[in-house]
């Protein structure tokens, strides 16, 4: 069964960097585009970042645009996310997720940007 397993999240102040890291597993990782969402507290998952198959192309929400970077290594079947000029507002919980929707995604991480 699809697997995916995040970490690298942690407490962080405004400004700072972070990568994430997604282990995935039970699905052919290199036929799928990958996809990072999030859920601050009281909000409605929030799509961040999709990467393609090879790397190739990816895409970002505006909220994170110039900020994030998404990239993959499929070799090791994992899935990242460099977070870079962190925002209190960025405080959530990340998942990876073969969807858009989030539909099929992790346990996630927790990000706390926090002075």
């Known amino acids: 069964q699809v697997q995916l397993v995040e970490s690298g999240g942690g407490v962080v102040q405004p400004g700072g960097s972070l990568r994430l890291s997604c282990a995935a597993s039970?699905?052919?990782?290199?036929?799928?585009?990958m996809h990072w969402v999030r859920q601050a507290p009281g909000k409605e998952l929030e799509w961040l970042s999709g990467?393609?198959?090879?790397?190739?192309?990816?895409e970002y929400a505006e909220s994170v645009k110039g900020r994030f970077t998404i990239s993959r290594d499929n070799a090791k079947n994992m899935l990242y996310l460099e977070m870079n000029t962190l925002k209190s507002e960025d405080t959530a919980v990340y998942y990876c997720?073969?969807?858009?929707?989030?539909?099929?995604r992790g346990q996630g991480t927790q990000v706390t940007v926090s002075l």
């Open positions: 039970g699905f052919t990782f290199y036929y799928s585009w």
């Open positions: 990467i393609d198959r090879i790397g190739g192309r990816t």
């Open positions: 997720a073969k969807d858009r929707k989030g539909t099929e």
